[in-house]
C-alpha cells in the first residue's frame, strides 16, 4: 500500500528494461561475418607460425640444388626456390617474423600512442592547458608527416639494416594513429555525466583516466590495434623486400618476394605464394578490426548483455 | 471500412528470433480529419505501430495484420518500397522527436523543403520557391523569406520543428504522425508547437496521429485518445471518456501518475502501483466537490500537510511553505548557499586563438538557499540554469562575483576546499543514459565517490548496499551493468551514487525529464523520501514548472542569465509578478486545464 515499498523494482519499470527494442537497423549479420572470416585468417597466420617451431616439412636452410625451382609436388606443396629450398616451409617459418613484428610494432605504438592521446586530452579540456595539448598534438602531425620508410632507411643507416630496426621504426610511425584516437575518444569520454560526476565525487585526474576513460576507449584503441597490425605486416615485408628489414637467412615473406623477382617471368608461383599470405594476413587483421569496430560501436551495446 | 483514413487490424509485430511478439494483435482506425494520441510508456510500441504505417520498420521485424490507407488499395505491409515511396509525404507523413538530427545539417532548409516537393512532382517546377515561401509562412517562422537560406545548425529545437512540419505537410498528405514532436523542446516552445500542429493539421484537413508518453499533451490536440500498454491495445475512448473515466487499470495509473498536483494521503505522487491502491471511490470521496468531476484527489495537500513536507523533520525549515514560522526562522540563521552578482562568460575562441563574440551564460545572480530549503531553478534551455550548478558544485568557477557553499568561496577555493565542498554536495544529471559510466558495474559505480573520500573496503560494501536499497533497487543490481537498466531504474542508482557520502546538499539537474511519466513519479517520490530521510538540501533543477511546484518550497525563475522572479514557490504560482513567468506557467501542459479548454 506504501509508494515505495522496498524490494523489487516495480513491474512497470522493469517492463521498459525487458522490452529493449532493436536499435540498430544494420543487424548483427555482417558484424559477424567479418568477424569470424577475419579471426579465421589471423588464427591461420598464428598457427602456421606457431606449428613452425615444432615440425616443418623441411629445415628452412636445407639446400637441394637438384630440387631447385620445382613446382608444387606432393613433395613440395608450394614448390621450391632457387635454391631448393622448400617454399611451404618458408611460409611457415617467415610467418614468426610477420608477426613478431606486427606485435613490437603495435605494441610499441600503443603503449606510447594511447598515454600520449589520454593526456593530450586532459589538457585540452583545461583552459589553462590548452596549448600543452596544441604542441602535443603537432607534434604528434609532424611525426605523421614522416613516411615509415623514410624512418626505416634512417634507421637502417644508423643502427646496420635488421628486423629490431624495422620493427622499431614500423612502431614509432604508427604512434599517431593510436594518439589521435586515444585522444578523440578520451574527449568524448571526458565531456559524458558520467565523468562530470566522478569529478563532483572528487576522484582525481590520474583515477578517472584509469576507471573511466580507459574502459571506454578500449575498443576503438583495439580496433586501431587490429589495422595498425595490417599495416605493420604490409611495412614490414615492404621493407625486408628493400633490404632494410630481415637479413638472410631469416625467412620473410617479404624478402621471399624479393628474391622471386628475377623467376617471375619463368616461375611466377615463387612470387605467389609469400604475396598470398601477406593478403592473407593484411585481410584478416582488417577484417577482424572491422568486426571488433562493429561489436565496440556504442550503438550495438543495448543489445549486449 | 473504406470510409476510414486508416485501418490496422491485428497487426502483431515480432523481431526476428524472438518467440514473444512486442506488438499483439494491435488494431485501430482513423476517420479521415480525426486527431488521434496514441499514448504509451517507452517499450509500448507506439512508435512501431506508426513504423509500420509509414513502411519504416527495421528490417529485423515481422510485422503480420492488415494495414490499409485511404488512397492505396491492398495491404501497406505487403507493398513494396517503391509503392511505399509514393505514400509517403502524398497520404501519410511523420514528424520525428528528435529535431537536432531529423535535418540534414549540410542542406538549407529551403532546398531539404524543395526536395520533397520535386521528388513527388505535385508542384510545378516553377512554383517550388514560390510555395517553400508559402509553407514556411504557414509554420509561423520568423522570417520566411530569408529562412529558406539558413542552416540547421543556425535555427533552434523549435524551429527545426516547425521545418520538420513545413516538409511533412509540404504535399499536403492526408494523415500527419507525429511521433513525440514535443519531448525534446522546452515547455513554451512545446506549447507553440502543439497549437501549430493542431492549427496546421486543420487548415489542411489532414488526419492525425499523435504519439506521446504525455497525457496532459494529448489532451490539447486530439480527438480520441488510444492507451497501449506492453505492446497491447488497452484502451480507447474520447480523451473526456478516457480522461474522466478510464476503465483499464493502467489508464487510470498513468493518469494518477501524470498528474503532480494530486498526492496520496502520505503527500507522494500516485505511480502506477499505488494509483490502483488509491484509485475509486476512496479518493473520489475525499473530494467530491472537485469542479471539474476529475476522480484524481486534487485535495490530498489539505488533507494531510505535513508528511508532504517532510516526515522526518530533523531542521525543521523544511516546512517552509506550508509553515511561515519555521521558513521565517530558516532565513534569521545564516543560509547555507549564498551567491552574489555571479556572472560567467565564456569567452569564444576561433581557431588560433582568434576571438569570436562571448557568450553571456549568467550575468549577476543574487540569491540564497537556507540549510534544508529545496529550491528549484526554473527556466528555458540557455537561461544559464545549468551554467549556475555548474558553479554551485565546483565544476565550474564564475567569471565575477561571489558564491559560499557552506564555509567555502567558491569563487577562490583551493583545489583542497572545492574536495570538501564536493564531499557535500553532489550531482544528479539529467541524462540517465550519460550519467553512468557503461563500463562499470553498478557496485563500482556508486562505490565511486566513497572511494575518493578514501572509505575502505568493507564499509564500502556495506553502504552501497544500504544504499541500493534505499533507492529500492535489488541487491543482485549491484553486480550488473547500466544498460540492464531502464531509465528511470537508472536515475535511481545516481541518486545512489550521489547520496552515498551522505552529503549534505543535493543538486538534481532536470533529473525526470528524460524519462516516461509513470516513471517520473516514482523516482520524484523517491527524492522527497530521501531529502526527508537524510535532511538534504535540494537545488532542484528543471522546466517543468508542475514537477518544481510539487518538490520545491522556493523557486527562481531564470531567463538569459538573470533571475526574473523569485520567492515561496505557492506565491510565484498562485501570483507571478513577471510576464515571462506566467507564459512558463501557462505553458506548463496541465491535465485539468486541458480538458477544461477541450
Known amino acids: ?305 | 471500412m473504406p470510409e476510414n483514413l486508416l485501418d490496422v487490424r491485428d497487426l502483431t509485430i515480432t523481431p526476428a528470433g524472438a518467440d514473444a511478439p512486442v506488438l499483439h494483435d494491435v488494431s485501430l482506425s482513423l476517420a479521415p480529419g480525426e486527431r488521434v494520441g496514441l499514448i504509451g510508456e517507452s517499450g509500448s510500441g507506439k512508435s512501431l505501430t506508426a513504423q509500420s504505417v509509414m513502411g519504416l520498420l527495421p528490417e529485423e521485424l515481422h510485422a503480420r495484420g492488415q494495414v490499409h490507407l485511404q488512397g492505396h488499395s491492398g495491404n501497406l505491409l505487403d507493398a513494396t518500397e517503391k509503392t511505399l515511396a509514393g505514400l509517403r509525404s502524398d497520404i501519410v507523413s511523420m514528424v520525428f522527436q528528435e529535431p537536432m538530427s531529423a535535418l540534414n545539417p549540410l542542406m538549407r532548409i529551403g532546398d531539404q523543403i524543395a526536395e520533397v516537393l520535386r521528388i513527388h512532382g505535385k508542384v510545378p517546377r516553377g512554383q517550388i520557391p514560390t510555395r517553400v515561401r508559402e509553407l514556411l509562412h504557414d509554420v509561423h517562422l520568423p522570417d520566411p523569406d530569408s529562412a529558406r537560406f539558413a542552416y540547421p545548425h543556425q535555427m533552434s529545437g523549435g524551429q527545426r520543428q516547425r521545418v520538420m512540419l513545413a516538409i511533412a505537410l509540404a504535399n499536403s498528405p492526408r494523415l500527419l504522425i507525429c511521433d513525440e514532436p514535443t519531448t525534446a523542446l522546452d515547455v513554451t516552445v512545446q506549447k507553440h508547437m502543439l497549437d501549430l500542429i493542431a492549427e496546421r493539421v486543420a487548415a489542411v484537413e489532414a488526419g492525425l496521429l499523435f504519439i506521446t508518453h504525455d497525457l496532459a499533451v494529448v489532451a490539447g490536440v486530439c480527438d480520441r485518445v488510444i492507451v497501449m500498454y506492453r505492446g497491447r491495445i488497452v484502451e480507447t475512448g474520447s480523451v473526456d471518456e478516457i480522461f474522466t473515466a478510464p476503465r483499464h487499470d493502467y489508464t487510470r495509473g498513468l493518469l494518477a501518475s501524470s498528474d503532480l498536483e494530486a498526492t496520496d494521503d502520505r503527500g507522494r505522487l500516485f505511480t502506477l502501483k499505488t494509483a490502483l491502491a488509491y484509485s475509486g471511490p476512496q479518493v473520489q470521496g475525499a473530494e467530491p466537490g472537485s469542479a471539474t468531476g476529475e476522480w484524481e484527489n486534487s485535495g490530498g495537500e489539505e488533507d494531510a500537510p505535513a508528511p508532504t513536507r517532510g516526515g522526518s523533520i530533523s531542521t525543521s525549515v523544511e516546512q517552509s511553505t506550508a509553515d511561515d514560522v519555521s521558513a521565517a526562522s530558516a532565513r534569521e540563521s545564516t543560509p547555507l548557499i549564498e551567491a552574489s552578482d555571479v556572472t560567467r562568460v565564456f569567452r569564444g575562441r576561433g581557431l588560433f586563438g582568434r576571438r569570436r563574440s562571448d557568450v553571456t551564460a549568467l550575468g549577476g545572480i543574487d540569491f540564497t538557499v537556507a540549510a534544508g530549503a529545496r529550491l528549484g531553478i526554473v527556466g528555458e534551455s540557455g537561461s544559464g540554469k545549468s551554467t549556475l550548478l555548474g558553479i554551485l558544485s565546483g565544476l565550474d568557477r564564475p567569471t565575477s562575483g561571489h558564491v559560499r557553499v557552506g564555509d567555502i568561496r567558491v569563487e577562490a577555493a583551493s583545489s583542497q576546499a572545492l574536495r570538501r565542498l564536493r564531499e557535500n554536495l553532489q550531482i544528479v544529471f539529467q541524462d540517465p543514459f550519460a550519467s553512468l559510466d557503461p563500463r562499470m558495474r553498478i557496485a563500482d559505480i556508486v562505490a565511486e565517490p566513497l572511494i575518493a573520500a578514501g572509505v575502505d573496503g568493507d564499509e564500502r560494501t556495506t553502504r552501497v548496499e544500504e544504499m541500493i536499497e534505499a533507492v529500492d533497487l535489488d541487491s543482485d543490481s549491484l553486480r550488473r551493468y547500466p544498460h540492464q537498466f531502464s531509465g528511470g531504474q537508472r536515475q535511481r542508482i545516481s541518486i545512489a551514487r550521489a547520496l552515498v557520502t551522505r552529503p549534505q546538499i543535493l543538486v538534481a539537474d532536470e533529473p525526470v525529464s528524460a524519462l516516461d511519466v509513470s516513471v517520473r513519479a516514482q523516482v520524484l517520490n523517491l527524492l522527497t523520501d530521501l531529502v526527508d530521510e537524510y535532511a538534504l538540501t535540494l537545488l532542484f533543477v528543471s522546466h517543468d514548472l508542475g514537477v518544481v511546484k510539487h518538490l520545491c518550497s522556493d523557486v527562481i525563475v531564470m531567463r538569459d542569465g538573470q533571475i526574473v522572479e523569485s520567492g515561496a514557490t505557492e506565491d510565484i504560482y498562485a501570483n507571478p509578478q513577471e510576464e515571462y513567468t506566467r507564459r512558463l506557467i501557462a505553458a506548463t501542459p496541465s491535465l485539468a486545464e486541458a480538458l477544461a479548454a477541450g
Open chain 1, 1 to 305: 500500500m506504501n509508494p515505495n515499498p522496498t524490494g523489487a523494482p516495480t513491474p512497470h519499470e522493469t517492463g521498459t528494461t525487458a522490452s529493449a527494442k532493436p536499435r540498430s537497423r544494420k543487424g548483427g549479420r555482417r558484424t559477424n561475418a567479418s568477424m569470424i572470416i577475419g579471426a579465421a585468417l589471423v588464427v591461420l597466420i598464428v598457427g602456421l607460425a606457431l606449428v613452425s617451431f615444432v615440425w616443418t616439412p623441411y629445415d628452412p636452410n636445407s639446400i637441394d640444388p637438384v630440387a631447385r625451382l620445382q613446382s608444387g609436388s606432393l613433395a613440395h606443396p608450394f614448390g621450391t626456390d632457387t635454391f631448393g629450398r622448400d617454399t611451404l616451409t618458408w611460409v611457415m617459418v617467415g610467418a614468426r617474423i610477420t608477426l613478431l613484428v606486427g606485435v613490437v610494432a603495435v605494441g610499441i605504438a600503443l603503449l606510447i600512442g594511447t598515454p600520449i592521446g589520454i593526456i593530450a586530452a586532459f589538457f585540452a579540456k583545461q583552459s589553462w592547458g590548452m596549448w600543452i595539448d596544441a604542441v602535443i598534438m603537432r607534434a604528434n602531425d609532424i611525426l605523421l608527416a614522416f613516411p615509415a620508410l623514410l624512418l626505416a632507411i634512417i634507421f637502417a643507416a644508423v643502427y646496420s639494416p635488421g628486423t629490431g630496426p624495422a620493427m622499431v621504426a614500423v612502431g614509432i610511425a604508427a604512434i599517431p594513429g593510436f594518439a589521435r584516437v586515444a585522444r578523440s575518444g578520451t574527449l568524448q569520454v571526458l565531456g559524458s555525466d558520467y565523468v562530470r560526476a566522478a569529478r563532483a565525487s572528487n576522484r582525481r585526474v590520474p583515477a578517472i583516466a584509469l576507471v573511466h576513460v580507459l574502459p571506454n576507449i578500449a575498443g576503438m584503441v583495439i580496433v586501431q590495434a587490429s589495422v595498425a597490425f595490417a599495416i605493420s605486416v604490409l611495412a614490414e615485408a615492404g621493407l625486408s623486400f628493400l633490404g632494410l628489414g630481415t637479413q638472410a637467412p631469416t625467412p620473410s615473406w617479404g624478402r621471399m618476394l624479393q628474391e622471386s623477382q628475377q623467376y617471375l617471368s619463368t616461375h611466377p608461383e615463387l612470387a605467389l605464394w609469400p604475396g598470398v599470405f601477406i593478403a592473407l594476413a593484411v585481410l584478416g587483421f582488417n577484417l577482424l578490426g572491422d568486426g571488433l569496430r562493429d561489436r565496440f560501436d556504442p550503438k550495438m551495446e543495448a543489445r549486449g548483455a
